[in-house]
Nanobody
Framework: VQLQASGGGSVQAGGSLRLSCAAS????????MGWFRQAPGKEREFVAA????????YYADSVRGRFTISRDNAKNTVYLEVSSLKPEDTAIYYC??????????????WGQGTQVTVSS
């Protein structure tokens, strides 16, 4: 599967963005897709994921209530609406696809990152 992420940018604290990740090359009915992020000097961390067939969503505690993951089956695209942004949300955001949410971090396919910068 090939993944193309977009939608990052620079915003002030409290602002919003919508990240997109378009997928191609595989059948997605049994896949999960999600987002991770990596801030300078930090480990990559899980942000959110969605089961492609059921629509079940999963969130890191740090973003729950502020970020929303969704999918568009017809466009094979997953979105991450990021709102109430904080400076600590600054990172490169990566989308990923895997057979399941549980295997995404270790064996997923990855897109190129998109930078999100939040200024105070």
């Amino acid at each position: 599967v090939q993944l193309q992420a977009s939608g990052g940018g620079s915003v002030q604290a409290g602002g919003s963005l919508r990240l997109s990740c378009a997928a191609s090359g595989r059948t997605f009915s049994r896949f999960a897709m999600g987002w991770f992020r990596q801030a300078p000097g930090k480990e990559r961390e899980f942000v959110a994921a969605i089961n492609w067939s059921t629509g079940t969503t999963y969130y890191a505690d740090s973003v729950r209530g502020r970020f929303t993951i969704s999918r568009d089956n017809a466009k094979n695209t997953v979105y991450l609406e990021v709102s109430s942004l904080k400076p600590e949300d600054t990172a490169i955001y990566y989308c990923a696809a895997a057979p399941s949410v549980a295997t995404m971090s270790s064996s997923g396919s990855w897109g190129q990152g998109t930078q999100v910068t939040v200024s105070s």
